[in-house]
């Protein structure tokens, strides 16, 4: 008993302040505007759960030539929301401080979409058609198509994140977030799109991982610790629970959002097990193993995306996660 009681007040330290101590202000910089895919940050942020882990917390929006992650790098913010693994293989290249501590999206939302009733049914078909993408997702994902299923350069065509080209003719595929860009052909194209999401093919990054600076964690894990379980918290309680408060505040912080853009994505979400699927199912919400870093950055290296010799492993830490918090939040 004595024991039992030992951990749970060891808990309740890290969780939480005692009563009366001063916040500590955290700030917190998303890759992108307000939206849905942001859903449990905002989540945590409107129902208190930051503040109950003794954090003031700021989210600071992205969007369009923001760049955050330099702010990160100066010490004007704490956490950063980072697209994918490879931005961290990136960091580890070119000596940059930083560090994932958590893996929020278990699976990559990139799709590549196509026409129905083209004869495209597998992943592999898509080998016939014209591909719209762009220039980052040439340099990465696409090295990897190549690579794995043969893929060529010259069917290639850039993508201007604009849907009117592929709306225009039925033998292009078109990549896009599951969460996103289905929506808007069924929407301005009035048909349903053949989806493949790359991430149910082999190409198994993380997205959308929280990255902080290694000084930060080297001099304050609590910190670290307690924003990364109230994030988690926020992602259970966003996916299962009443989001109507987070939601009203990502369509004020993004008034071109919707209530029916975000039921879209948080359906696909789900669906896909974007968040919470694999190894999330027993060691919970922003899961990462070295098992599933080393499988990416061989696929990565294999595909010439990044260099074989850099220390890959520097790249994140497996210190604040795997925990098991927030198990409970999911629905039996």
């Known amino acids: 008993?004595?024991?039992?009681?030992?951990?749970?007040?060891?808990?309740?330290?890290?969780?939480?302040?005692a009563a009366g101590q001063p916040l500590d202000k955290v700030t917190f910089a998303t890759n992108w505007v307000a939206q849905s895919e942001h859903g449990g940050f905002y989540q945590a942020l409107v129902d208190g759960t930051y503040r109950k882990h003794g954090l003031e917390l700021t989210i600071l929006p992205g969007g369009p030539n923001v760049t955050h992650r330099l702010q990160l790098l100066a010490g004007r913010i704490e956490f950063y929301m980072s697209a994918n693994t490879l931005q961290g293989f990136d960091a580890v290249a070119q000596n940059i401080p930083t560090l994932a501590v958590a893996a929020i999206f278990q699976k990559d939302p990139q799709v590549l979409l196509a026409h129905p009733g083209q004869g495209i049914e597998k992943f592999e078909d898509l080998k016939k058609?014209?591909?719209?993408?762009?220039?980052?997702?040439?340099?990465s994902y696409y090295q990897w198509m190549k690579r794995e299923f043969g893929f060529d350069?010259?069917?290639?065509?850039?993508y201007t994140f604009n849907p009117q080209p592929f709306l225009a003719d039925k033998r292009t595929a078109m990549q896009g977030?599951?969460?996103?860009?289905?929506y808007a052909v069924e929407t301005l194209g009035g048909f349903k799109p053949q989806t493949f999401l790359i991430a149910d093919h082999g190409f198994n990054s993380y997205s959308t991982l929280i990255e902080t600076r290694r000084d930060l964690v080297e001099k304050n894990p609590r910190l670290v610790q307690r924003f990364v379980d109230a994030s988690?918290?926020?992602w259970y309680n966003y996916l299962y629970g009443d989001n109507a408060a987070a939601n009203a505040r990502i369509k004020r912080d993004n008034p071109e959002m919707t209530d029916v853009r975000i039921a879209y994505s948080i359906a696909k979400m789900k669906e896909h097990g974007i968040v919470d699927s694999g190894d999330t199912l027993k060691l919970g919400i922003g899961a990462m193993t070295d098992?599933?870093?080393?499988?990416?950055f061989d696929k990565m290296a294999s595909a010439g995306v990044v260099k074989p010799g850099i220390d890959y492993r520097r790249s994140y830490s497996l210190q604040f996660v795997n925990k098991g918090v927030g198990l409970n939040l999911r629905p039996k």
């Open 1 to 17: 008993m004595k024991r039992a009681t030992a951990i749970l007040t060891a808990v309740f330290s890290v969780a939480a302040p």
């Open 129 to 139: 058609l014209t591909l719209l993408i762009s220039k980052e997702g040439v340099a």
């Open 153 to 158: 350069d010259k069917q290639v065509r850039p």
């Open 177 to 182: 977030y599951v969460t996103s860009e289905p």
């Open 232 to 234: 988690i918290l926020g």
């Open 291 to 296: 098992a599933r870093m080393k499988s990416f």
